[in-house]
């Protein structure tokens, strides 16, 4: 064997392996490891999990369409620095005249989480406040009754089809009646607290609930 | 043996020799790669001169400064005067007035004046004697060599030493090292290249920096919901939050993406981080605006200002509208409040207007040397030495520990990064030219921890360009104009005392203070 030809088997030879290609693991193939499929008929894990986050644009403006809002009166810091512009990067978007960010975040910031809560609650409290200045055109909280700041029945139909609203406005679907009784029991936790016009303040926490919630900020 | 003859080996021979390749290999190569690693062991690089600290446990601190545009080193510390170079007319050399030098310091301070910086008509009238004369101490400029004149690929290697540690940032590193109990150990106000993730995808999520590009008003965003006009309380705002969770976990949304690395994440930081942040109280102690409505209506919304909120703005009151002010004072509270190890700032290339002459920052920031290279130099100079000279004070008045009597001066770096120097011809005796890239330039560090009053490397008078330095020893190597970029990189976590265990860095000892 000439020596060029050695080399050359001994180079194949050790580019070879004696295992077999590893497959892609594409997960539990049975329920097993997956979950029961004992709730809402079960649902299976997504494998590839590709989830997105809003960001601030796709954030403001989905809060606005949803709530009926002006995107002017979504968010303002102070009541008249826009939230787009202060929590933009935060949030994951760009600022490329002002701060030659041209690129989005790759991951969520540790500043997300809280500058989505504080979007969302200026948001809710707009909506909140209009419907309750503005009964006769309430949006969600439509028909529902407070004496003295408290919720009249946070079992009746008017606070059932509140919820419904605030669900299918941020979910695009309707509420499961576990997650409904999840609410309603809110209402009874704020009442509790002793906070003053619990009422309003269940509305606030319900709106902050479901429009901050993963199912809301991601896509 | 056959091959002399034919060409060919027999099989005999070839099986002969297939074995001693296996045995060599199998006996001389840990031999051969144990002798390579044991030339890298801690112990051994300290038994050639490697100086490292004992980890105490307690964290240090590093501010990078971003000098965008290329800020030159011999425009500042090594500047030449015309009397010192053959070529003084043809290059970039100074009237020998301009170039004053401080008795026992080898650094240099320029002076300058014009009444125009480039075709904007504001007068530049700067001075860095006294920056010397007061920091000499605590100042090292190493001489560099890169490997780009490319802004955003030349400032992302002044930060990782040209991937010198498997691509991280010095910012990482130092998080790593030192920020595993902050909150945010890595906050990133920089821009381009310097506000850039390292490639080091090993380094937990935490040790990349968070970015923050606009420093009175980011501090709003750190509580949930307070200074939010109608907010519920903070009870109400708990049981509105473990609804939400308990919903999350419930819906076929939060049970289809349950794997999802975003959402783990995002559970994570809605989980750990932010009970953190929020527990600090940071929208108040890193609030440096004051109460001044109606632009700045702090009490109507139940916010206050940062109880270090007056002295930050007397040490950098146009800290609203320069965004490098700003920025500095908000590191100075990131470090203090400990909510961050590592602290990133500096100019953009955009305008912005302010300052004592309508402008704060002029286009390109020291990159406007394309069109006035000495007013640029000098303004740009002028500003970022301004802004250290502020952090400085502060910090040296800020305690870290009363048991040591240490200030947070102290443990803190103040590394000023670069992307690279400029071109040094002019037209002849040309007091007003325009410059380009050039790889040739130096580095500032600043800290009680560097062997100050130190320039690593030198000056040739005749080129301009400077020359490099033995990294472990310090001693100058005139004639050496190779890439240094691992040793300066090295040079700043040496200084600081860094666990370069494992590293594979270059020894930079020549960098720390005995």
């Known amino acids: 064997m000439r020596p060029e030809r050695l080399l050359l088997t001994c180079l194949l030879l050790t580019g070879c392996s004696d295992k077999l290609p590893i497959a892609v693991d594409l997960g539990p193939s049975d329920a097993g490891g997956g979950v029961a499929p004992s709730y809402d008929g079960g649902v299976a894990r997504s494998q590839k999990g590709n989830l997105r986050f809003k960001g601030p644009e796709r954030l403001t403006l989905d809060l606005a369409s949803a709530l009926e809002l002006p995107v002017a009166s979504v968010c303002n810091e102070l009541g008249q620095y826009p939230c787009l512009n202060v929590h933009g990067v935060s949030l994951g978007g760009v600022d490329p005249y002002a701060h030659s960010v041209y690129e989005t975040a790759p991951v969520t910031g540790a500043a997300a989480p809280i500058a989505v809560e504080r979007t969302v609650l200026s948001a809710c409290n707009a909506r909140i406040a209009q419907d309750l200045n503005a009964p006769a055109t309430a949006v969600v909280f439509k028909d529902v009754a407070l004496t003295n700041g408290k919720l009249n029945d946070p079992t009746s139909p008017a606070v059932a089809t509140a919820l419904s609203s605030l669900v299918r406005r941020a979910w695009l679907r309707d509420p499961t009646q576990e997650e409904r009784d999840t609410l309603v029991q809110l209402a009874r936790d704020v009442e509790a607290t002793g906070t003053p016009n619990p009422g309003v303040a269940w509305m606030q926490a319900a709106c902050l609930a479901v429009f901050s919630s993963a199912e809301a900020v991601f896509y | ?514």
């Open chain 2, 1 to 514: 043996m056959t091959l002399e003859h034919t060409g060919r080996l027999s099989r005999r021979e070839m099986l002969r020799a297939l074995s001693l390749c296996a045995a060599g290999s199998a006996t001389l190569g840990p031999l051969l790669s144990g002798c390579r690693e044991s030339l890298q062991t801690p112990e051994a690089l300290e038994k050639l001169g490697r100086k490292r600290d004992a980890l105490d446990g307690k964290p240090k601190f590093l501010i990078v400064i971003g000098a965008a545009g290329g800020a030159s080193i011999v425009d500042s510390f090594l500047a030449v005067r015309q009397s010192e170079s053959v070529n003084a007319g043809a290059l970039n050399t100074f009237p020998d007035a301009q170039v004053q030098s401080v008795a026992g310091s080898p650094f240099r301070a320029v002076k300058y004046s014009n009444s125009r910086l480039g075709s904007i008509p504001i007068p530049v009238n700067t001075d860095q004697l006294a920056f010397v004369k007061k920091h000499m101490n605590d100042m090292l400029v190493a001489t560099s060599v890169g490997t780009s004149v490319n802004h955003n690929i030349a400032q992302k290697r002044s930060l990782t030493g040209n991937a010198a540690w498997r691509g991280r940032t010095l910012q990482e590193a130092v998080a790593l090292q030192w920020g595993a109990s902050m909150p945010l150990p890595n906050v990133n106000m920089g821009t381009g290249g310097y506000s850039e993730r390292g490639t080091d995808g090993d380094l937990p999520l935490s040790c990349f920096g968070e970015t923050v590009v606009n420093p009175s008003l980011w501090p709003l965003g750190l509580d949930g919901s307070r200074g939010i006009a109608n907010a519920p309380s903070k009870d109400v705002i708990a049981l509105a939050r473990s609804t939400r969770n308990a919903l999350d976990e419930k819906s076929i949304f939060g049970r289809t993406f349950q794997d999802s690395a975003a959402l783990k994440r995002w559970n994570e930081q809605r989980g750990v981080q932010q009970p953190k942040l929020e527990g600090m109280d940071l929208i108040t102690r890193l609030n440096i605006l004051p109460n001044a409505p109606p632009q700045i209506p702090l009490s109507q919304y139940g916010l206050d200002s940062s109880p270090d909120g007056a002295r930050l703005r007397a040490a950098f009151p146009a800290f609203f509208t320069d965004p490098v002010e700003g920025q500095a004072a908000l590191a100075f509270l990131l470090l203090k409040y400990r909510v961050s190890v590592s602290v990133t700032l500096g100019p953009d290339f955009n305008v912005a207007v302010g300052g004592q002459n309508g402008i704060a920052n002029p286009p390109l920031a020291f990159d406007i040397s394309h069109n006035d290279h000495r007013g640029g130099q000098a303004f740009m100079w002028a500003r970022i030495l301004g802004a250290v000279d502020s952090l400085i004070g502060l910090l040296k008045s800020e305690p870290f520990d009363a048991a040591t009597g240490e200030s947070m001066w102290d443990r803190t770096m103040i590394y000023v990064a670069t992307e690279f120097g400029r071109t040094r011809p002019r037209p002849a005796n040309a007091t007003e030219f325009g410059s380009g890239h050039d790889l040739n330039n130096g580095f500032l560090l600043l800290s009680p921890m560097v062997k100050g009053n130190t320039v690593l490397g030198g000056m040739a008078p005749n080129t301009t360009l400077t020359y490099g330095f033995d990294a472990r020893t310090g001693q100058a190597q005139p004639g050496k104009m190779t890439s240094n970029e691992p040793d300066i990189f090295s040079g700043v976590l040496t200084a600081m005392g860094a666990d370069l265990g494992g590293s594979g860095l270059p020894d930079a000892s020549a960098f720390k203070r005995a």
